[in-house]
């Protein structure tokens, strides 16, 4: 029975948590409505501008739509994290950086031809991830904070989009390069080489696949549409940062390549070169860093396009007004989802003058209209757009339209403007009145779709707390459980499935659609007041059960007041930092926050022995300890005292050490990433390469030479049982094989084409060796995971036990206990045989005493051999350090705990709350000194190429690398707490 009830509990409390933290994400992470309506020539926004505008007497194209176009041919090519800076030319910059003045054919194209070229900076939104930035660069969409997670998953674009709208309108699009556009538009180019792009490790297979193919595309005449999308710029980031040299030579290929391209265009042919998002100073991309959200955008067109500016800043444009842009210079509709504004400086020829206005005025009509329909059409289908903000949107809608008809009214029959005096001013008034509309309409979606839902958040996280009180009452009656499941378990169970299937039917019988989300809501909230209905009731009777239960669960905290403070302390400590997560400011400086008070729990608790008497007390109080050694208690005390402050010392070492491992986040300008956080390869200086590398490989060795040493030290490598082999064989081969991964990974790329094959398939087997062996040690304990060596011997009482010789003052303390208690255990335990001789046997067991921590320990350390491959290889010493301040933790702890249950008389084994809380802060400080942050830019992706060069078939094992790699402190400190426990409650 307690079995079933145990796993009953853990299965009913995972509900109760996945149902506050489902509630919570769905009021956090919202997900925008995506409509599947399509524009088409048929349903034009105004019906004149079919064919030709009746007044202005503007002829459309037969092969244009909504308006005439302007090219019949478009280069998209794709610079992936194109980073303005990258792209602006600074002539006077007499010692660049590697990724400045690379590019430098944009800047002589803008000076040599000035109408014809035009450098803009390209405003990305949030998150900075690959496929949102197609995404919003097709559609004329937002993202919304969901969409990040798909990232990786991307499957097919169901709203409307450029793509689509090229297709329908017969043009033949040409893709090349990331094979995410494949996923996100299957079957929708005329031809396409795509090319796996998951791996950032790899620069150059993307970038030479497509310049095999794109010289002879472009000379060619089988295409309308042509998308190039490089990646190389984009992995130079991410595996050695835009400070290396990497990054100026692929920077160099992407001019020349520009420079052949724009030397191979048609009159007709329009092109774009752009970054789909920027990057960190180390690389990454995902936030909302002025780095990450601002690219490059680059026009050019063999006839002039461009009015020539006197100023020399560029213009800012958003990623989503290059949608209606391209749509209407290549004469397709705007996506109907586009919330986008038209660039309209070069809609129109710009040395026609009055037309010019007019056709520019004619684009954001047409905008105007389009998005106009977009918000009538999302208002029927959501409503997470506030009712005032659409009234007020359409009151803007009306002015604009109605100041755009009464100005064409004015216009004559033959197309040529009426010179009055103040036509200039009336086109400029409208212009900006449109202009207004679009802007307005962009910040109203952008307010809404990334608005959280605060009654959601609320009743989400009461949940949790609710949550965390109910598991907190019933380990304080674990005790009783058994005797109390129905009431503690069955009822909250029953009467939750009870309100559950209520809600169902009810939402059944009021066709309401159903959401498992808010069943399970009610499920929960249900279980929740059943739950404490009967546990306080029960608390008012008087059964035996309950008295019971009140002595050994209340009595305590409401009689001794030092126990009450002990238990509100670390808690009120722990509901402290959760309501501080709702700072901002905390969120920014949480790693430095939870060090202070991590060490604050730990200093706290050794002051609170030495406040209470029981360092003193210890050996005084002891049942076992002899008369004579309770008069030398000060040489103990001082003892322990010693033993305690030293692992004090070093915990607080290990967290001043630990600190040299953080990143930053992107709100801390003035902070610089610890130099640790930089792989071996990106490192240009081979002393300091190699001074790195060995200490990299001294800190592996020495973290298996001390779990080596513990299995030691406690007899647990004595035994012939398998286990014992693989630890003695296993472990150092696995640390042979990520020496040899680590030297392999800082081979400089500058080699010989020979060495690089060899290096990459060195680096593709030595891991795949390093998974299987870990496997094999996760069997092999799952087999037989024994490490107890017993010694069958025979020999004679007198030689049994080491008798007590000298004098107990001058000897040490185990010289006379050990052998006195060792004595009487083996005259009760002996057994005699009936043979000739008469003689004792004895059974000798070494590693007893840790037979459960040493399986759990073994699983640990291959599980944490793993994690350091995941990470680069300077986090070794890190996770060295997390080793060394977990086990002074665990030993301060340990002391701690038996000094406070021996000199209180208790003889039962527990575990405090302020461990567990230092031990939960503990897992998110090392969160933070393994190099994590909790924001998009800072996970680190390479963690799901470890042994996979070519990349993955499916989504699944990266994601769960990548996993790996980011809780790996939660992991390690999640499973280390099982074996000291176990080891504890044994000797205690």
């Not at 092109?271 to 050019?300: C, K, P, Q, R, W």
């Not at 037309?355 to 106009?372: T, W």
Request: some cysteine; charged content about 15%; hydrophobic content about 45%.
């Amino acid at each position: 029975m307690p079995r079933i009830v145990t796993v009953l509990t853990l299965c009913w409390t995972c509900l109760l948590f996945y149902a506050g933290l489902g509630l919570f994400l769905s009021g956090f992470l919202l997900v925008r409505v995506e409509l599947r309506h399509r524009s088409s020539c048929r349903e034009a926004p105004i019906p004149a501008a079919r064919g030709g505008h009746p007044e202005t007497g503007l002829s459309r194209d037969l092969h244009s739509c909504w308006m005439s176009r302007r090219f019949s041919r478009a280069v998209l090519l794709v610079i992936d994290a194109l980073r303005f800076d990258f792209a602006k030319y600074n002539p006077e910059n007499r010692n660049p950086k590697p990724y400045q003045n690379k590019l430098d054919v944009i800047h002589h194209t803008l000076v040599s031809k000035p109408e014809h070229a035009r450098l803009f900076q390209f405003r990305a939104d949030p998150p900075t991830t690959t496929m949102q930035r197609i995404k919003g660069m097709t559609t004329g969409t937002l993202p919304t904070f969901i969409d990040v997670g798909s990232n990786f998953a991307s499957s097919a674009i169901q709203e409307d989009n450029l793509i689509l709208q090229f297709v329908q309108n017969e043009k033949k699009v040409v893709f090349m390069g990331d094979d995410t556009w494949q996923g996100l538009f299957p079957n929708k180019f005329f031809k396409s080489f795509p090319f796996p792009s998951f791996n950032v490790k790899d620069l150059h297979t993307v970038d030479d696949g497509i310049l095999q193919h794109i010289y002879t595309t472009v000379a060619g005449n089988e295409w309308d549409v042509l998308i190039a999308h490089f990646l190389g710029v984009d992995h130079c980031g991410h595996k050695y940062g835009p400070h290396h040299s990497a990054m100026a030579e692929k920077l160099s290929q992407m001019n020349k390549m520009l420079r052949s391209v724009i030397g191979q265009l048609q009159n007709d042919t329009l092109l774009v070169v752009l970054g789909d998002h920027g990057m960190t100073n180390t690389g990454d991309h995902g936030g909302d860093s002025e780095g990450e959200v601002n690219a490059a955008l680059f026009i050019y067109s063999t006839h002039p396009l461009f009015e020539i500016k006197s100023t020399e800043d560029p213009d800012i444009v958003s990623q989503i007004d290059l949608v209606p842009t391209l749509a209407l210079l290549l004469g397709v509709p705007i996506p109907y989802s586009n919330i986008g504004m038209v660039m309209d400086m070069f809609i129109s020829e710009p040395k026609l003058e009055n037309n010019q206005y007019l056709e520019q005025a004619k684009a954001l009509h047409i905008n105007v209209m389009q998005v106009n329909r977009f918000l009538e059409s999302y208002s029927y289908a959501a409503s997470d757009l506030p009712v005032t903000k659409l009234k007020y949107l359409k009151e803007l809608f009306s002015a604009a339209v109605a100041e755009y008809n009464d100005l064409i009214t004015n216009v004559q029959i033959s197309g040529k403007v009426v010179p009055d005096r103040d036509f200039h001013s009336r086109f400029q008034k409208l212009l900006i009145s449109q202009r207004r509309y679009l802007r307005e309409t962009k910040e109203v979606c952008r307010e809404s779709w990334a608005r959280f839902n605060p009654i959601h958040m609320l009743c989400g996280i009461l949940l949790l707390a609710a949550t965390c009180i109910q598991c907190f009452l019933v380990s304080e009656t674990a005790t009783t459980f058994e005797s109390l499941y129905t009431q503690l378990l069955l009822y909250p169970v029953v009467w939750g499935l009870i309100a559950g299937l209520t809600v169902y039917i009810w939402m059944l019988i009021a066709d309401i659609l159903v959401e498992p989300l808010i069943i399970c809501f009610w499920i929960a909230v249900a279980s929740h007041v059943s739950f404490h209905w009967n546990f306080w009731r029960a608390r008012l009777d008087n059964d035996r059960i309950v008295n019971k239960l009140i002595q050994s669960s209340s009595a305590g905290i409401q009689q001794n007041w030092k126990s009450c403070v002990k238990f509100l302390v670390p808690l009120g400590i722990l509901l402290l930092r959760c309501l501080a997560m709702f700072s901002n400011s905390f969120v920014v400086t949480e790693g430095q926050v939870v060090s202070f008070l991590l060490k604050s729990i730990v200093i706290v608790t050794i002051l609170n022995l030495k406040w209470n008497g029981k360092l003193t007390s210890y050996y005084l109080t002891a049942p076992f300890v002899p008369e004579m050694q309770k008069n030398s208690g000060s040489v103990s005390y001082r003892r322990e005292s010693f033993y305690l402050i030293g692992l004090l010392m070093a915990f607080l070492l290990c967290i001043l050490l630990s600190s040299n491992f953080y990143n930053c986040r992107e709100e801390l300008t003035d902070c610089e990433p610890s130099t640790f956080l930089k792989p071996l390869s990106r490192l240009n200086n081979s002393q300091q390469r190699n001074f790195h590398y060995i200490l990299s490989v001294s800190s592996l060795a020495a973290l298996v030479y001390l779990i080596r040493k513990w299995f030691l030290h406690y007899g647990n490598l004595n035994s012939s049982h398998f286990v014992v082999f693989f630890v003695r064989l296993g472990f150092p081969f696995i640390v042979f094989c990520l020496c040899c991964y680590w030297a392999v990974n800082a081979v400089p790329e500058e080699t010989s084409i020979k060495l690089q094959e060899l290096t990459k398939k060195i680096a593709a087997v030595v891991p795949g060796i390093v998974f299987v062996l870990v496997m094999t040690g996760f069997l092999i304990v799952l087999w037989n995971p024994i490490t107890v060596f017993v010694k069958d011997s025979r020999q004679s009482d007198e030689t049994l036990a080491r008798s007590y010789k000298g004098s107990p003052e001058m000897e040490d303390d185990s010289l006379y206990v050990v052998p006195l208690i060792y004595r009487k255990m083996q005259r009760s335990m002996n057994i005699h045989f009936n043979d000739n001789q008469m003689k004792t046997r004895t059974v000798a067991a070494y590693g007893l005493g840790t037979v459960y921590s040493a399986a759990f320990l073994v699983v640990l350390a291959l599980l944490t051999l793993l994690l350091i491959m995941l990470h680069n290889e300077r986090m070794s010493l890190a996770f060295l350090l997390l080793f060394l301040e977990g086990f002074s933790f665990l030993e301060i702890h340990g002391t701690a705990r038996n000094l406070s249950l021996r000199s209180d008389n208790i003889g039962y084994f527990s575990v405090p709350w302020y461990a567990v809380t230092a031990w939960a802060f503990a897992a998110t400080q090392f969160f933070y000194a393994t190099g994590h942050q909790p924001t998009f830019p800072a996970i680190q992706w390479n963690a799901a190429f470890v042994g996979f060069i070519e990349g993955h078939s499916t989504n699944i094992l990266p994601a769960l690398l990548v996993g790996m790699n980011t809780f790996a402190s939660h992991i390690l400190f999640a499973g280390s707490w099982i074996p000291p426990v176990a080891a504890l409650a044994i000797r205690t």
